[in-house]
């Protein structure tokens, strides 16, 4: 077990040093490619670097997952865009010996889940397709929008209503009848018991269970091989996606705000696109210059930026004692046993994008206007 542990910390670590490159390399891509006009041939080239950033970061996130030091962040999502996503990354896993087969429902229902971990069943449930066709074969993805009445058998596991269904099946070897009832346990040591299943499987049932959705197995499939999984999600009523910020736009916004991150390169970046957009920006590039700006600085300062570490943590109690009306930004997510200290804090997932950084600053802003018209300060 402390073995187990040391690797999940290890991958933990890598991923979360990856997710801070990646943050600069989408960055800098979407910044440069809007210097570019759509016909320019050099924007191609950026486009191909910011798009193998963001499979890369799925990389990510699935070391993510299995270190689990990260929780759910449920929100309304599109299952094709992220399956889409995700395809690539399934080809390289399973291998070019099998087939993959993606079929998405053209108006397919948005649900509330985390796209991240959503991604991690898809990929799970692709090893696992892998393991059972070790001579090729086919997997299949399919979505589909499906209804449950009062009367459906499948209501005595799941509420009636309307729900998005993802499919994922094989071709491969069957799951032996023994297996199943326990398929979703962890892995305890008994590997001809749990074949197919263990700590990948049992992590699949984990995350849909938490969205709220159910899973059922059915293998074989055709009487003889193959099997499918079937995950349902509840439908949420369509969600418009938020106004893209313009691009290489400035922001009518002249708030100041001081920017205090951990890595040097996500610090500049940051920097860079806020100054961009209009905003005033005070660079902060270490702790000690930021506590400096909180006590000697002689005007406002509408809004600190900073890193989700325990470094970022002290900077914005300092300013909260200091500059009670300076609302706080967290960039990166806390990992597990500092989650609690971050709990209700406006934040930012890495990486993220000029536009998403843009959108998320003017929010916490607009948000910081309205309280203080209220006579509310930030808590």
């Known amino acids: 077990m402390a073995k187990k542990d040391t690797v999940e910390r290890l991958a933990g670590g890598i991923a979360r040093d990856f997710d801070q490159f990646l943050t600069t390399i989408i960055g800098h891509a979407e910044t ?39 929780g759910l962040r449920p929100r309304v999502a599109d299952v094709n865009a992220i399956i889409g996503r995700s395809r690539y ?3 390289r896993v399973v291998g070019d010996q099998i087939r993959l087969d993606v079929r998405l429902a053209a108006d397919a229902h948005r649900v509330r889940v985390d796209g991240e971990q959503l991604q991690q069943i898809v990929f799970n449930l692709a090893v696992s397709a ?20 009062a009367d459906d058998p499948r209501a005595a596991e799941v509420a ?25 346990d962890e892995f305890d040591g008994a590997p001809e018991r749990h074949r197919r299943g263990g700590l990948g499987i049992a ?45 290489g736009g400035r922001s009518t916004d002249s708030a100041t ?6 890595d040097a ?20 590039p270490d702790a000690w210059q930021a506590l400096r700006l909180a006590t000697g600085h002689g005007e406002s300062i509408e809004l600190l930026v900073t890193t989700a570490t325990s470094n970022g943590r002290v900077i914005a109690d300092a300013f909260r004692a200091t500059r009670p009306e300076t609302r706080v930004l967290f960039v990166g997510a806390p990992i597990e046993e500092h989650r609690e200290r971050f709990a209700n804090e406006a934040m930012l997932a890495q990486p993220f994008t000029p536009d998403a950084l843009a959108r998320r600053v003017r929010g916490v802003l607009a948000a910081a206007r309205v309280h203080l018209e209220m006579g509310v300060l930030p808590q």
């Open 32 to 70: 440069l490619g809007e210097y570019l006009s759509p016909g320019d041939p050099r924007a191609g080239d950026v486009n191909a670097i910011r798009h193998a950033a963001e499979r890369a970061f799925g990389l990510t996130q699935q070391l993510l997952a299995f270190s689990r030091t990260r």
């Open 89 to 91: 990354t399934v080809q």
């Open 130 to 149: 892998r393991d059972a066709m070790p001579d090729g074969g086919r997997l299949a993805i399919t979505t589909a929008n499906v209804s449950i009445a």
């Open 160 to 184: 009636p209503g309307d729900y998005l269904e993802l499919s994922i099946s094989d071709t491969g070897m069957p799951i032996d009848s023994a297996v199943q009832p326990y398929l979703f």
């Open 203 to 247: 992590l699949v049932y984990g995350i849909v269970e938490q969205s709220g959705g159910f899973i059922a197995v059915d293998s074989p499939v055709d009487h003889t091989s193959g099997t499918r999984f079937t995950v349902l999600l509840p439908a949420v009523e369509h969600s418009p996606a938020p106004a893209a910020e313009p691009r």
């Open 257 to 262: 705000v001081l920017v205090a991150a951990d």
């Open 265 to 284: 390169t996500v610090h500049g970046l940051i920097v860079a696109v806020l100054r961009r957009r209009g905003y005033g920006v005070l660079d902060a």
